[in-house]
């Protein structure tokens, strides 16, 4: 009997032990009580509701200037901003946190087919719940690609794309001039042109090739599909595009070979501030280092280029871009009204700290202007403002594809294949649209 | 209670938070996984694993990706034996005297107590194709086109390799070292008493003594070799064009990558039954070398 009494007294103990530490642990992160739902969670009249957004902007880069903005103005609503990593592992740990009841109210999604997914998963609220904001009225005719089921389960509150970043001083060395509309042919002319022993005429954000290849397609389909629905990516410009890059890396050395650029990892904004590429093929998020001329001091101006087509006359491409950073929120929050209540201020008035880091807003009640006038203070005369604004303000035709995510990153592996001349281009067409049509084909089960 | 009772309970409750954590973190998860490699399940998609037998394993052998990640695997069990031959030889040489005799116990030792990624970032530098080290110096000697190492998929593997083969030497050296110190002089002082060379000495008295630590370090460097992962993620992600897969890197990206879980999971478990037959091999071949 004393025996028994001794076990069950241990095995409490040990039971109570962890669950003790478990409570110690979650005493400093109330959030979880708070904002997202949680059987037998109350919370007083007079607390204020508390809400927290995930985002991959790392938050000294406008995010926590924004509810901090909030916070001050809302005492009965306050948010905390979360940050996570916009890759495989950060989106696997926002999922993770979706699921499992962690304190996520609202989250920003970066790409289609993860927005797809959680949707799908039951993880983001139907905002047509909300009568008081016309989505279409207030972001224009982008925002329809965020419609799922012709529902918004997100607000997309930035306009974003990818264009090409050029060093202005090497350019009028060369006397070559900004390029307003240019081809693949002309983007290697001007790379050739620009390098040097210590400078690569062109540097490019991982796998960017798929940019001209994806825009040639979009048009036609979303999916970069056929009309028959098989993939469309076995066509002559996708032949030509791998092409131009192969003979950039290997025949004019003007661009760093791809795979040495993945297993080395450069850090390619801060190659493209230090002089040592003269033009730099990414998104607007290079604002945050073009910007910080404390911490990144260059001589040179910057100016900006669109996006080359594969060829220069081409009439139906479709630039990468478009409205992004969807604000979704999380059915179980019990703050839904809040949630609501923050977004809505968000996209048409705070994510106004944003603008520094080039997050240009997306809505239409937003003071442009301001926004343009916060990206470019104190740093106006190091870029040539004209070029930036014809790029990022201009009349381009702007598109994200629907690719779904698991042909992008098997078609890596495709890619480094074709830039490791182990395919030639016209293989790497045909490999890269057999990958498409296997998934095509197992989605369509 | 009895004094011998109580001994017990005491014991029980001291490995208790252990064996807690051992079920809740280890033995539930993968008892779970055991039950989702026969199933269809996509995670964070809101819908439930679905039953499909063994189909995941007929996909598997259809999967060309996981032949290569096999072939792949196979070749990291290379680098055991060779850093284990390097450790013993090492370790022989800094077991006498020598100069700078605990400065370089430590040099070679330092790759086991620093951070996997931390080296795999040293070997990243060393093996850059344009500016980096080795092919600085493979330069200088004349050849004019060194092997480009992770940024080709002819080389990327052999760079792996070396990295692999560096990285145990270290701990392998050490367990010898141990091992070397509890050798009985008098055995070796009779052998060289009947006019053994160092060679001998070496093949046919040193390396039987310590044939149990040799084959401790073949189990746990083939297990830790199959299960390699964090070196070869951060420099290669697998790449490039696949050459770098290994079995734990296919499953990682099935999981984590493209959520499919049910497939990981079979992934897993066949992973789990190559390295309980290499083990069981050794096991049984162990009778015919190991001197205890």
């Known amino acids: ?445 | 209670m009895s004094w011998m009772k109580r001994q017990r309970l005491v014991g029980y409750v001291f490995i208790a938070p252990n064996l807690i954590g051992m079920t809740v973190f280890m033995l539930v998860p993968a008892l779970f996984s055991f039950y989702l490699m026969f199933t269809d399940w996509v995670f964070a998609s809101g819908q439930p694993p679905r039953f499909i037998g063994l189909d995941n394993f007929r996909m598997m052998v259809r999967d060309d990706l996981f032949v290569v990640s096999v072939k792949n695997t196979l070749l990291v069990l290379i680098p055991v034996p060779i850093s284990i031959m390097l450790g013993f030889l090492i370790a022989v040489m800094l077991n006498n005297r020598t100069y700078l005799q605990k400065t370089l116990r430590a040099f070679f030792f330092a790759p086991y107590f620093t951070s996997g990624i931390a080296i795999a970032f040293v070997w990243m530098v060393l093996f850059q194709p344009t500016n980096g080290p080795i092919n600085a110096f493979l330069r200088s000697v004349g050849i004019s086109e060194p092997p480009l190492w992770f940024a080709s998929p002819d080389t990327a593997m052999y760079a792996v390799l070396i990295m692999m083969t560096a990285g145990g030497i270290g701990y392998n050296m050490i367990i010898y070292l141990a091992a070397l110190q509890e050798l009985s002089s008098e055995q070796l002082e009779a052998a060289k008493m009947d006019g053994a060379t160092f060679g001998q000495l070496l093949r046919l008295i040193i390396f039987p003594l310590v044939s149990p630590t040799t084959f401790f370090l073949m189990i746990t460097g083939f297990i830790g070799s199959i299960k390699s992962f964090g070196m070869i993620y951060a420099i290669t992600q697998g790449g490039p064009g696949n050459s770098t897969t290994v079995f734990s890197i296919f499953a990682y990206k099935k999981a984590f990558n493209f959520y499919e879980m049910g497939y990981a999971s079979a992934v897993s478990w066949t992973m789990f039954l190559i390295i309980l037959s290499i083990t069981l091999i050794q096991w049984v071949g162990q009778k015919k070398w190991v001197h205890y």
């Open chain 1, 1 to 445: 009997m004393r025996n028994r009494r001794w076990m069950i007294a241990g095995l409490a103990l040990l039971i109570a032990l962890p669950l003790a530490l478990a409570g110690c642990g979650g005493s400093g992160d109330s959030n979880q009580m708070e904002g997202t739902t949680s059987p037998g969670s109350s919370t007083a009249d007079s607390d204020p509701i508390k809400l927290t957004l995930w985002g991959a902007v790392p938050s000294e880069n406008g995010p926590q200037e924004v509810v901090d903005n909030w916070n001050k103005q809302n005492p009965d609503i306050q948010v905390e901003y979360v940050r996570f990593v916009n890759d495989d592992a950060g989106n696997l740990k926002l999922d993770t946190a979706l699921i499992s009841s962690q304190p996520v109210d609202m989250y920003v999604t970066y790409d289609y087919s993860l927005y797809e997914k959680r949707i799908k998963a039951g993880n983001a609220l139907d905002l047509s719940k909300f009568s008081d904001y016309d989505v279409d009225a207030k972001m224009g005719e982008g925002a329809a690609l965020w419609k799922v089921d012709d529902k918004y389960y997100g607000l997309p509150t930035q306009k974003g794309l990818s264009f090409v970043w050029l060093n202005k001083d090497m350019l009028d060395a060369k006397g070559l001039p900004i390029p307003t509309e240019w081809g693949l042919d002309e983007f290697r002319d001007y790379a050739a042109k620009l390098k040097s022993d210590h400078v690569w005429g062109l540097a490019q954000s991982d796998y960017y090739f798929n940019v001209p290849i994806n825009g040639s397609l979009q048009k036609q389909s979303l999916q970069l599909t056929n009309a028959d629905g098989t993939s469309a990516f076995d066509n002559p410009l996708t032949v030509k595009t791998l092409q131009v890059y192969s003979d950039m890396m290997f025949t004019d050395k003007s661009l760093m070979p791809h795979t040495e650029q993945i297993t080395s990892k450069p850090a390619l904004d801060q190659m493209f501030v230090k002089g040592e590429a003269a033009m730099l093929f990414s998104t607007n998020q290079i604002f945050r280092t073009t910007n910080n001329i404390q911490e990144f001091p260059r001589t040179f101006k910057v100016a900006a280029a669109p996006a080359p087509k594969v060829n220069k006359d081409q009439t139906d491409y479709i630039n990468a871009g478009g409205l992004g950073d969807v604000i979704s929120i999380n059915p179980s929050t019990k703050h839904q009204e809040a949630a609501w209540k923050f977004m809505k201020w968000y996209a048409d008035e705070g994510m106004l700290p944003m603008a520094a880091g080039g997050r240009v807003p997306s809505s239409k009640d937003f003071p442009v202007d301001e926004a343009v006038a916060l990206m470019f203070k104190g740093v106006e005369d190091t870029y040539d403002l004209d070029s930036i604004k014809r790029v990022m303000f201009g009349d381009l035709p702007l598109g994200l594809s629907r690719l779904d995510r698991k042909t992008g990153t098997e078609q890596q592996a495709i890619y480094d294949k074709v830039f490791t001349q182990k395919l030639s281009p016209e293989e790497g067409a045909k490999e890269l649209a057999r990958v498409h049509n296997e998934n095509l084909k197992a989605l369509s089960k």
